[in-house]
């Protein structure tokens, strides 16, 4: 029998076969289970001596149904390494990555092309004291700004401490720097504001570039200079052409409104032209204007020695205008469809050279 079971299992080519083979020896009604009932009818003599044939028959037919599976696993797997092959030429699975957000973009922009300039990044905190955020830039007290309807206002202060607040411009950031930095100043202060409106083209926290300089002998020509540069440099364009309007802001005097020529091209807005024909106009892009005598004074210099100035606009309708978005609430949606559209690759760095909105 004993060779006859070895033959079957030696003979079986699929785990099917050796399966079969093992239940007809092995399973509940095997030849050699059967065997092993055998010995429950014998005599303790005949157990002794027929009981190690049959248990060594079935140890024989076990380990070579092992050996026979284990084999046939073997060359199946031999047989689907040499049919699947890797081909290492193929280019591999781009793994899904992030974008970089329009805003974090054109802050990056930002910098590149005033570092060219000679500016400097500065930052300050967003939560501010009443002083810096409206007392030191020449803000009234009655002045609508400084209503609880248009400014987040932390709960008062004990004991008479100054007003704290959400800022509402990134101007605390100057007054911070010309107290704590002899001028010359060259700056730009970009980061989150907040204040209390809301529709498509205003949101409660939005971001803003603020831009100062104070030395000897600044002017009205400086301030347009810089201005042009800035905005031929960041809409990648030379026929940029500015207007500047006289306007009132508390920290500055002289003031103007900056306006920019533009033209329409299949229906949409261009930056770019006089503002005059083809449908075009001028719009607004900033404020700006010579920094107010008493600011100075507030940050502890002498106005009469030095004088500077000050402009300022939202980074997100910057952005706006550069790229194409028509409406500032979709900026902090987080919906991934608008960022894989309107986003940049992490490697999208802005260069001069390179053109800053590559």
């Given at each position: 029998m004993q060779a006859d079971l070895l033959a079957q299992i030696a003979a079986a080519g699929t785990p099917d076969a050796i399966e079969a083979v093992r239940v007809s020896a092995l399973g509940k009604s095997g030849s050699v289970t059967g065997l092993l009932k055998t010995l429950g009818g014998m005599s303790p003599e005949e157990r002794q001596t027929t009981g190690p044939r049959i248990h060594a028959l079935r140890e024989a037919v076990t380990e070579a149904l092992t050996g026979r599976k284990a084999g046939l696993e073997r060359a199946a797997l031999d047989a689907r390494l040499a049919d699947e092959t890797l081909d290492m030429t193929l280019p591999a699975d781009v793994p899904a990555a992030g974008t970089v957000h329009p805003v974090s973009q054109v802050m990056d922009e930002l910098a590149e092309i005033f570092a060219d300039l000679g500016f400097a990044v500065a930052?300050?905190?967003?939560?501010?004291?009443?002083?810096?955020?409206?007392?030191?830039?020449?803000?009234?007290?009655?002045?609508?700004?400084?209503?609880?309807?248009?400014?987040?206002?932390?709960?008062?202060?004990?004991?008479?401490?100054?007003?704290?607040?959400?800022?509402?411009?990134?101007?605390?950031?100057?007054?911070?720097?010309?107290?704590?930095?002899?001028?010359?100043?060259?700056?730009?202060?970009?980061?989150?504001?907040?204040?209390?409106?809301?529709?498509?083209?205003?949101?409660?926290?939005?971001?803003?570039?603020?831009?100062?300089?104070?030395?000897?002998?600044?002017?009205?020509?400086?301030?347009?200079?810089?201005?042009?540069?800035?905005?031929?440099?960041?809409?990648?364009?030379?026929?940029?052409?500015?207007?500047?309007?006289?306007?009132?802001?508390?920290?500055?005097e002289p003031s103007a409104e900056v306006d920019v020529g533009y033209s329409v091209v299949n229906g949409k807005r261009v930056i770019g032209g006089s503002g005059g024909g083809n449908g075009g106009g001028w719009m607004e892009v900033l404020g700006s204007g010579m920094?107010?005598?008493?600011?100075?004074?507030?940050?502890?210099?002498?106005?009469?020695?030095?004088?500077?100035?000050?402009?300022?606009?939202?980074?997100?309708?910057?952005?706006?205008?550069?790229?194409?978005?028509?409406?500032?609430?979709?900026?902090?949606?987080?919906?991934?469809?608008?960022?894989?559209?309107?986003?940049?690759?992490?490697?999208?760095?802005?260069?001069?050279?390179?053109?800053?909105?590559?």
């Open positions: 930052t300050g905190p967003e939560i501010e004291d009443d002083w810096h955020n409206f007392t030191a830039l020449n803000i009234p007290e009655s002045h609508p700004a400084r209503a609880m309807h248009d400014t987040f206002y932390f709960p008062d202060q004990p004991d008479g401490e100054r007003k704290m607040l959400l800022r509402t411009h990134t101007s605390p950031v100057q007054i911070r720097t010309m107290v704590d930095q002899k001028p010359p100043i060259r700056i730009i202060a970009p980061g989150r504001t907040y204040r209390s409106d809301s529709d498509a083209t205003h949101t409660p926290m939005f971001h803003q570039v603020e831009g100062l300089v104070i030395d000897k002998g600044i002017t009205l020509g400086h301030l347009k200079w810089t201005l042009e540069t800035f905005l031929k440099a960041f809409f990648e364009r030379d026929d940029i052409v500015l207007r500047l309007r006289p306007s009132y802001f508390p920290f500055t920094v107010h005598p008493k600011v100075i004074a507030a940050c502890g210099l002498d106005p009469d020695q030095w004088q500077g100035f000050a402009f300022g606009c939202g980074i997100d309708r910057l952005a706006m205008l550069k790229y194409g978005m028509d409406d500032l609430r979709a900026f902090f949606d987080g919906d991934i469809r608008w960022l894989k559209h309107y986003g940049f690759a992490a490697l999208d760095v802005p260069t001069l050279s390179g053109g800053v909105g590559a």
